[in-house]
């Protein structure tokens, strides 16, 4: 008669060194756990309130500038290196990781109100108010030589002296060409002091301009005369305008979708557009209570950051109608400019207290090297966060956010204000003859027109 | 031809006039706008119509007219374009009815009649001096301009104007008050000349084949349809994205890492950054960097030191096919050689001792190398196995199946003969009577003895079987095993193969039985007799064993045994309706047997009584009880007992207590709970009261109303409950706050139905409940982010938590 005995190997048991975990063995059988979806929930519930205790975004202010910073542009090819230009012609190559000026890059009279570096990340374009375009090689080395603090300054390559000022830059990927905004669009190559191109369609002044990273010969425009523009480098033409009822300060391309951009609007609101379907936004991102002043998508295209002028940096999702994140602190200023780092678990705003400020994309992530085990255990809440996220409670904790008093009191007003005109609209359309007053929706209702 | 000059210039002066009237109008006028065929047609069929209907109309809605026939041949201005009907062209149709010019005429006049001015000027002439008057009223021309006009209305025909009309390009009638000068003017007077003919000719010609050039498009209106066209091109080229973008954003997880250039991640990577500084490491990078071994070290890295050989022979195969001969030849003797000596069969000496000292005592290197000796061995016989390989298995299996079939046997008839011999030593064992003691008692003894006897019988029983089973060589049928589980007489039909054995014994018992016979037992025995006689004188000898014991009681209860075992209802009935009347007495027997009886025995035999024993026991329970299982007794019982129905079985069941009327109950409770019933307003003692009056005017009406409203509104809410209708069910309507937290209010976002929403959080994904293979997938984040560092040179400076 065979008996059944426990029979275990010492190799399964045994472990390497007196420090590693036990081998746990389970019987996965669901019977035996009657429970599992309540413990589940519960600790989804735990994950989020743990998510608010360790929500620390701040990582650290970068102060240098002595006037506010209008501009930002991000290196491609280096993570911890990011240009600033502020109000009084100031350029600084910061290191993000030291978070201290590498180096300056004086020469401007005016303002900087662009920046932009090269793909290869060799050349640095600035423009501003003093009606010129310098180009500058950046320093490569300067960050292997980092420790040694002494700040160096850089001669710009080249000056291109123009007719009017200029409003923003921005530089082709992977190409030559760059493209300015002022009193028309002007695309340079980096050898010649004269635009190859000019584009105008309309007579007001292009307050910035955004080369659609995926598509290197598509770029957006945004004037202040309310309106967008799209267009194309190799038709060497202008593509198609479309009105709003506000001004566009800022657009952003999704890197991970170049047939989609988003535009950061003076009204407060973001709106996401299908450049094959101007007529309608695809998404409309409410929650700043006063314009937002500068727009930059996260790399992996998933979510986006916004600066604004009531002080506060987002976080939204590339399809999220609400903000999933908000960054203030008391120092904070209008904030004029805003990016996600390269690797997209950075945020860097840039605002008029003459600071660069440096945050974290998710706001209770863990920094620094995380081991095995830990990232499992991150994963493992971020799932079943995912997963009872629509559970009231949970719903409730996650979205909870302790706002300034001043943009609290806004955004109440604010919604008070779209109540009284809905219900307005609501009763209008009860007592007039049914048909005749239709409301577009929220989508269309801020566009004016699409030219052709 | 002359006429014809006239015409346009009157066209013409007509046209100026009116853009000085109607500034709107003289919009529509600007484009090219001429005789199109279909108006002169209807021009042609009824005249007057047109003109009729402008005699009724006053200027302005002359000019309405004009703009409405304007809009209906905007589509065909291309046809009839006026630059395209210039006056050269229409002396191409001039010359195609070249017959008559008075029908040309008349062909012009009806299309200038097409215009609204051409139609006043048809009209009365007190609708001329009008218009003639309002013109110059307008325009402050003098009126002979318009006089003239009217008399030369009928003439006019063509509108050649290749430019919009300004003030930049005034329209010669405007300027000098005379129309265009035409090649035909100029030709004309000419026409007495000799090469009048020929230049004519040349002319007509040259008109025929000319074609006028449209006007370029306004810059504005260009553009436009230039940003129309890059904007479809610049659509379509986004639109490749479209599929990627869509696969993206429908992936559960979206990886970033993938393509990453990590540098110097490998060995290899690092090795080859590495460059010779010392004249040793020079000298090393000129051997290592050769091409050949490189080549060398590509195929095979691990034979690094035997590359020259190799090589070399490699080198001298591919030079020529004798080589390569050669070269087979030489491993294959290699191998012959290696086969032949049978070194690598551990074999030799040192293969030998080395094995005899334990494989797991040596180190590693000889383990290796015995290691690589046995796989020598299995490459050298892998071809032999392939050769003749298939053939020599199937042998094999078939005779391992022989094997397992004749073992069966075997196994039985070893099994048979352990069972015999073992009962052959109880049998021997029982001569031993203890002497002394308690079991020397007298009393004891007998008892010994009685049980004794039991064993011995039963031993007999079961060698007897035992042989049987020998005899039909283990062919029985597997009912026989299976027998045992069923109670009642369905074991007598499976052991019929018995029934001779115990007849048997049977008869045995039958012959020695002397007081208490009581007669059954024999009949039964001779019934079967003739069948059994040939067994009894093979178990003489075990009948000779038991011949001194003879119990009158035991006899009995064997009969008993033997019958209802043996097969067939028929005697099963008989033997029935006779126990019923010595039943007590066999019982008793029975129960004080077994119990002795049962340790002892073993085997098939066992088996057997035991179930006898059951057998009896069951009978020996009440009759119901036999009744109810098996209805061949039913008609025995004594008592009359029928079965109740379900019902009434139901009825005694649930005996004093009224289930359906504690449900109405329960639901009326919970009814008043979920709806709580309003309460009846009352006075309140002392409020009300202060008078007669008030006393009898009872409570307050609004007190009233209210109670009534609930009362209402409560009724309303019943009938809405969803087991309103239900008579026999209860529907909680109750929110259960705790589980509240548990559900969502509404269907979240991107979910279509409740039970999708369910399920995507039904199965659990923490570690307790997933093998860890499991988990990864289940927990796997929406965006898998890895590290893209671009210049590994900076890596160690680039801490990612800055």
Same mark, same amino acid.
């Given at each position: 008669?065979?008996?059944?005995?426990?029979?275990?190997?010492?190799?399964?048991?045994?472990?390497?060194?007196?420090?590693?975990?036990?081998?746990?063995?389970?019987?996965?059988?669901?019977?035996? !756990?009657?429970?599992?979806?309540?413990?589940?929930?519960?600790?989804?519930?735990?994950?989020?309130?743990?998510?608010?205790?360790?929500?620390?975004?701040?990582?650290?202010?970068?102060?240098?500038?002595?006037?506010?910073?209008?501009?930002?542009?991000?290196?491609?090819?280096?993570?911890?290196?990011?240009?600033?230009?502020?109000?009084?012609?100031?350029?600084?190559?910061?290191?993000?990781?030291?978070?201290?000026?590498?180096?300056?890059?004086?020469?401007?009279?005016?303002?900087? !109100?662009?920046?932009?570096?090269?793909?290869?990340?060799?050349?640095?374009?600035?423009?501003?108010?003093?009606?010129?375009?310098?180009?500058?090689?950046?320093?490569?080395?300067?960050?292997?030589?980092?420790?040694?603090?002494?700040?160096?300054?850089?001669?710009?390559?080249?000056?291109?002296?123009?007719?009017?000022?200029?409003?923003?830059?921005?530089?082709?990927?992977?190409?030559?060409?760059?493209?300015?905004?002022?009193?028309?669009?002007?695309?340079?190559?980096?050898? !010649?002091?004269?635009?190859?191109?000019?584009?105008?369609?309309?007579?007001?002044?292009?307050?910035?301009?955004?080369?659609?990273?995926?598509?290197?010969?598509?770029?957006?425009?945004?004037?202040?005369?309310?309106?967008?523009?799209?267009?194309?480098?190799?038709?060497?033409?202008?593509?198609?305008?479309?009105?709003?009822?506000?001004?566009?300060?800022?657009?952003?391309?999704?890197?991970?979708?170049?047939?989609?951009?988003?535009?950061?609007?003076?009204?407060?609101?973001?709106?996401?557009?299908?450049?094959?379907?101007?007529?309608?936004?695809? %998404?409309?991102?409410?929650?700043?209570?006063?314009?937002?002043?500068?727009?930059?998508?996260?790399?992996?295209?998933?979510?986006?950051?916004?600066?604004?002028?009531?002080?506060?940096?987002?976080?939204?999702?590339?399809?999220?109608?609400?903000?999933?994140?908000?960054?203030?602190?008391?120092?904070?200023?209008?904030?004029? %400019?805003?990016?996600?780092?390269?690797?997209?678990?950075?945020?860097?705003?840039?605002?008029?207290?003459?600071?660069? !400020?440096?945050?974290?994309?998710?706001?209770?992530?863990?920094?620094?090297?995380?081991?095995?085990?830990?990232?499992?255990?991150?994963?493992?809440?971020?799932?079943?966060?995912?997963?009872?996220?629509?559970?009231?409670?949970?719903?409730?904790?996650?979205?909870?956010?302790?706002?300034?008093?001043?943009?609290?009191?806004?955004?109440?007003?604010?919604?008070?204000?779209?109540?009284?005109?809905?219900?307005?609209?609501?009763?209008?359309?009860?007592?007039?003859?049914?048909?005749?007053?239709?409301?577009?929706?929220?989508?269309?209702?801020?566009?004016?027109?699409?030219?052709? | 031809?002359?006429?014809?000059?006239?015409?346009?210039?009157?066209?013409?002066?007509?046209?100026?006039?009116?853009?000085?009237?109607?500034?709107?109008?003289?919009?529509?006028?600007?484009?090219?706008?001429?005789?199109?065929?279909? $108006?002169?047609?209807?021009?042609?069929?009824?005249?007057?119509?047109?003109?009729?209907?402008?005699?009724?109309?006053?200027?302005?809605?002359?000019?309405?007219?004009?703009?409405?026939?304007?809009?209906?041949?905007?589509?065909?201005?291309?046809?009839?374009?006026?630059?395209?009907?210039?006056?050269?062209?229409?002396?191409?149709?001039?010359?195609?009815?070249?017959?008559?010019?008075?029908?040309?005429?008349?062909?012009?006049?009806?299309?200038?009649?097409?215009?609204?001015?051409?139609?006043?000027?048809?009209?009365?002439?007190?609708?001329?001096?009008?218009?003639?008057?309002?013109?110059?009223?307008?325009?402050?021309?003098?009126?002979?301009?318009?006089?003239?006009?009217?008399?030369?209305?009928?003439?006019?025909?063509?509108?050649?104007?290749?430019?919009?009309?300004?003030?930049?390009?005034?329209?010669?009638?405007?300027?000098?008050?005379?129309?265009?000068?035409?090649?035909?003017?100029?030709?004309?007077?000419?026409?007495?000349?000799?090469?009048?003919?020929?230049?004519?000719?040349?002319?007509?010609?040259?008109?025929?084949?000319?074609?006028?050039?449209?006007?370029?498009?306004?810059?504005?209106?260009?553009?436009?349809?230039?940003?129309?066209?890059?904007?479809?091109?610049?659509?379509?080229?986004?639109?490749?994205?479209?599929?990627?973008?869509?696969?993206?954003?429908?992936?559960?997880?979206?990886?970033?890492?993938?393509?990453?250039?990590? *540098?110097?991640?490998?060995?290899?990577?690092?090795?080859?950054?590495?460059?010779?500084?010392?004249?040793?490491?020079?000298?090393?990078?000129?051997?290592?960097?050769?091409?050949?071994?490189?080549?060398?070290?590509?195929?095979? *890295?691990?034979?690094?030191?035997?590359?020259?050989?190799?090589?070399?022979?490699?080198?001298?195969?591919?030079?020529?096919?004798?080589?390569?001969?050669?070269?087979?030849?030489?491993?294959?003797?290699?191998?012959?050689?290696?086969?032949?000596?049978?070194?690598?069969?551990?074999?030799?000496?040192?293969?030998?001792?080395?094995?005899?000292?334990?494989?797991?005592?040596?180190?590693?290197?000889?383990?290796?190398?015995?290691?690589?000796?046995?796989?020598?061995?299995?490459?050298?016989?892998?071809?032999?196995?392939?050769?003749?390989?298939?053939?020599?298995?199937?042998?094999?299996?078939?005779?391992?199946?022989?094997?397992?079939?004749?073992?069966?046997?075997?196994?039985?008839?070893?099994?048979?003969?352990?069972?015999?011999?073992?009962?052959?030593?109880?049998?021997?064992?029982?001569?031993?009577?203890?002497?002394?003691?308690?079991?020397?008692?007298?009393?004891?003894?007998?008892?010994?003895?009685?049980?004794?006897?039991?064993?011995?019988?039963?031993?007999?029983?079961?060698? $007897?079987?035992?042989?049987?089973?020998?005899?039909?060589?283990?062919?029985?049928?597997?009912?026989?095993?299976?027998?045992? *589980?069923?109670?009642?007489?369905?074991?007598?039909?499976?052991?019929?193969?018995?029934?001779?054995?115990?007849?048997?014994?049977?008869?045995?018992?039958?012959?020695?039985?002397?007081?208490?016979?009581?007669?059954?037992?024999?009949?039964?025995?001779?019934?079967?007799?003739?069948?059994?006689?040939?067994?009894?004188?093979?178990?003489?000898?075990?009948?000779?064993?038991?011949?001194?014991?003879?119990?009158?009681?035991?006899?009995?209860?064997?009969?008993?045994?033997?019958?209802?075992?043996?097969?067939?209802?028929?005697?099963?009935?008989?033997?029935?309706?006779?126990?019923?009347?010595?039943?007590?007495?066999?019982?008793?027997?029975?129960?004080?047997?077994?119990?002795?009886?049962?340790?002892?025995?073993? *085997?098939?035999?066992? $088996?057997?009584?035991?179930?006898?024993?059951?057998?009896?026991?069951?009978?020996?329970?009440?009759?119901?009880?036999?009744?109810?299982?098996?209805?061949?007794?039913?008609?025995?019982?004594?008592?009359?007992?029928?079965?109740?129905?379900?019902?009434?079985?139901?009825?005694?069941?649930?005996?004093?207590?009224?289930?359906?009327?504690?449900?109405?109950?329960?639901?009326?409770?919970?009814?008043?709970?979920?709806?709580?019933?309003?309460?009846?307003?009352?006075?309140?003692?002392?409020?009300?009261?202060?008078?007669?009056?008030?006393?009898?005017?009872?409570?307050?009406?609004?007190?009233?109303?209210?109670?009534?409203?609930?009362?209402?509104?409560?009724?309303?809410?019943?009938?809405?409950?969803?087991?309103?209708?239900?008579?026999?069910?209860?529907?909680?309507?109750?929110?259960?706050?705790?589980?509240?937290?548990?559900?969502?209010?509404?269907?979240?976002?991107?979910?279509?139905?409740?039970?999708?929403?369910?399920?995507?959080?039904?199965?659990?994904?923490?570690?307790?409940?997933?093998?860890?293979?499991?988990?990864?997938?289940?927990?796997?984040?929406?965006?898998?982010?890895?590290?893209?560092?671009?210049?590994?040179?900076?890596?160690?400076?680039?801490?990612?938590?800055?």
């Amino acid at each position: 008669m065979k008996v059944k005995v426990i029979s275990r190997s010492v190799d399964e048991f045994t472990r390497e060194r007196s420090q590693d975990l036990q081998r746990v063995f389970r019987n996965y059988d669901p019977g035996l !756990r009657p429970q599992e979806k309540a413990v589940e929930y519960v600790r989804a519930l735990n994950a989020v309130k743990l998510d608010k205790i360790f929500a620390r975004p701040f990582i650290g202010a970068l102060d240098g500038h002595v006037d506010a910073v209008s501009c930002m542009a991000k290196n491609p090819s280096q993570l911890k290196g990011i240009f600033s230009g502020s109000m009084d012609g100031d350029i600084r190559l910061w290191d993000l990781a030291a978070r201290r000026t590498v180096c300056q890059f004086p020469g401007h009279q005016g303002a900087v !109100r662009g920046l932009t570096a090269s793909t290869d990340g060799h050349i640095l374009v600035s423009c501003g108010t003093d009606c010129t375009i310098r180009l500058w090689n950046v320093p490569i080395t300067s960050l292997m030589e980092s420790d040694d603090s002494t700040k160096s300054t850089i001669e710009p390559a080249s000056v291109y002296v123009w007719k009017n000022a200029f409003w923003g830059v921005d530089h082709q990927w992977d190409g030559e060409h760059f493209a300015t905004a002022g009193a028309q669009v002007d695309v340079w190559n980096h050898n !010649r002091s004269q635009p190859i191109n000019s584009f105008e369609w309309g007579s007001d002044t292009v307050i910035s301009v955004r080369f659609n990273p995926g598509e290197p010969n598509l770029l957006a425009t945004s004037a202040s005369d309310r309106s967008i523009i799209l267009y194309d480098l190799r038709m060497a033409s202008p593509v198609r305008k479309m009105i709003m009822m506000t001004k566009t300060n800022s657009i952003s391309w999704n890197p991970m979708e170049p047939i989609n951009f988003t535009a950061a609007n003076e009204d407060g609101n973001c709106y996401s557009y299908d450049t094959r379907k101007l007529d309608e936004a695809k %998404c409309v991102h409410k929650d700043h209570v006063s314009a937002v002043m500068d727009i930059d998508y996260s790399p992996t295209g998933r979510e986006f950051v916004t600066g604004s002028y009531d002080r506060t940096v987002r976080l939204f999702q590339f399809n999220g109608g609400h903000s999933k994140e908000i960054y203030h602190t008391k120092r904070m200023q209008r904030v004029f %400019c805003v990016k996600f780092s390269g690797d997209g678990s950075y945020v860097i705003s840039g605002s008029d207290d003459t600071n660069l !400020r440096l945050w974290k994309a998710k706001a209770s992530e863990q920094l620094g090297v995380i081991l095995p085990r830990e990232r499992k255990k991150h994963e493992y809440h971020e799932a079943i966060k995912k997963r009872y996220k629509h559970l009231p409670e949970v719903s409730r904790i996650a979205k909870h956010r302790h706002l300034p008093r001043p943009i609290y009191k806004a955004s109440k007003l604010m919604h008070v204000m779209a109540d009284a005109k809905r219900k307005k609209e609501e009763k209008r359309k009860a007592h007039s003859a049914p048909g005749s007053i239709t409301t577009q929706p929220l989508r269309r209702r801020r566009i004016i027109k699409e030219v052709e | 031809m002359g006429e014809m000059k006239r015409k346009e210039t009157e066209q013409g002066k007509r046209r100026s006039h009116k853009s000085k009237r109607n500034p709107s109008a003289k919009l529509k006028k600007r484009g090219p706008r001429l005789p199109s065929s279909l $108006q002169k047609q209807l021009q042609q069929l009824n005249p007057t119509t047109s003109d009729d209907t402008v005699d009724s109309d006053d200027a302005n809605d002359v000019y309405e007219y004009e703009e409405e026939r304007a809009e209906e041949e905007s589509t065909r201005n291309k046809r009839y374009d006026p630059a395209s009907v210039n006056d050269d062209l229409s002396q191409v149709l001039e010359d195609e009815n070249v017959q008559s010019d008075d029908e040309s005429e008349d062909d012009d006049r009806t299309g200038t009649e097409r215009n609204g001015n051409a139609m006043t000027d048809d009209s009365g002439e007190e609708d001329d001096g009008r218009h003639s008057r309002m013109l110059q009223a307008i325009t402050g021309m003098p009126r002979e301009a318009f006089e003239e006009n009217k008399k030369r209305k009928k003439r006019d025909n063509i509108i050649p104007e290749l430019y919009p009309e300004s003030e930049y390009n005034p329209s010669g009638d405007v300027v000098d008050g005379d129309g265009h000068i035409t090649i035909d003017d100029l030709l004309d007077p000419l026409r007495e000349k000799p090469g009048y003919g020929k230049l004519r000719k040349r002319s007509d010609r040259i008109n025929k084949n000319s074609r006028t050039i449209h006007a370029p498009l306004s810059k504005a209106v260009q553009a436009k349809v230039e940003r129309k066209a890059a904007y479809e091109a610049s659509k379509k080229d986004v639109s490749k994205w479209q599929p990627i973008v869509q696969r993206n954003r429908e992936a559960p997880t979206i990886f970033f890492d993938e393509n990453v250039d990590l *540098g110097f991640s490998t060995v290899g990577a690092i090795a080859s950054e590495f460059e010779p500084r010392t004249e040793f490491e020079k000298k090393i990078a000129a051997l290592v960097h050769d091409d050949k071994v490189m080549e060398a070290h590509k195929q095979d *890295g691990s034979k690094l030191l035997e590359m020259n050989k190799i090589k070399t022979e490699a080198s001298q195969i591919q030079m020529d096919p004798e080589a390569a001969e050669e070269y087979a030849m030489k491993r294959e003797r290699l191998r012959a050689e290696e086969r032949m000596t049978l070194k690598h069969k551990n074999k030799n000496r040192w293969a030998k001792r080395i094995l005899q000292r334990g494989l797991n005592s040596q180190d590693e290197g000889t383990r290796a190398a015995i290691a690589e000796q046995l796989q020598r061995h299995a490459e050298l016989t892998r071809k032999m196995h392939t050769m003749d390989g298939s053939s020599s298995s199937e042998d094999t299996s078939d005779e391992d199946d022989e094997n397992s079939a004749g073992s069966d046997q075997d196994r039985t008839r070893k099994l048979l003969g352990k069972a015999k011999e073992k009962t052959m030593k109880v049998l021997d064992e029982e001569d031993e009577v203890p002497q002394s003691g308690l079991l020397s008692l007298p009393f004891m003894r007998r008892g010994l003895e009685k049980k004794r006897e039991a064993v011995v019988e039963e031993a007999n029983l079961a060698s $007897q079987e035992y042989e049987n089973l020998e005899i039909s060589g283990g062919s029985e049928d597997p009912k026989a095993a299976s027998t045992s *589980g069923r109670r009642v007489f369905g074991t007598s039909k499976a052991q019929i193969s018995d029934t001779s054995i115990k007849v048997k014994s049977d008869n045995y018992y039958g012959g020695s039985d002397s007081d208490n016979d009581l007669g059954t037992g024999k009949s039964d025995n001779i019934e079967n007799e003739g069948s059994d006689f040939l067994h009894r004188d093979q178990n003489n000898d075990s009948v000779a064993i038991q011949e001194d014991t003879d119990t009158p009681q035991e006899s009995v209860f064997k009969n008993i045994d033997e019958i209802i075992n043996n097969p067939g209802p028929k005697t099963t009935y008989e033997v029935s309706i006779f126990v019923s009347d010595t039943w007590k007495k066999a019982k008793n027997l029975n129960e004080g047997r077994s119990i002795k009886k049962s340790p002892k025995l073993n *085997g098939p035999a066992r $088996q057997n009584i035991q179930d006898a024993e059951k057998e009896i026991g069951g009978d020996s329970d009440t009759d119901s009880e036999g009744q109810m299982a098996d209805g061949i007794l039913s008609s025995v019982s004594k008592l009359p007992y029928e079965l109740p129905s379900q019902e009434e079985l139901i009825q005694q069941a649930f005996a004093g207590d009224d289930v359906e009327d504690d449900f109405e109950k329960d639901k009326q409770e919970i009814l008043n709970e979920e709806n709580p019933e309003p309460e009846k307003p009352l006075l309140l003692p002392g409020w009300g009261q202060w008078t007669h009056i008030q006393q009898k005017k009872g409570l307050p009406s609004w007190m009233l109303k209210k109670h009534e409203d609930a009362r209402k509104k409560r009724e309303e809410s019943l009938k809405e409950r969803k087991d309103a209708q239900l008579k026999n069910v209860i529907i909680s309507e109750k929110i259960d706050k705790k589980a509240e937290k548990l559900h969502t209010k509404s269907l979240p976002f991107p979910f279509t139905s409740k039970e999708v929403f369910e399920q995507s959080m039904r199965v659990p994904i923490g570690p307790e409940f997933n093998p860890a293979t499991a988990i990864g997938p289940l927990n796997r984040p929406e965006r898998h982010l890895e590290l893209k560092i671009e210049n590994p040179a900076e890596e160690a400076h680039t801490d990612k938590d800055v």
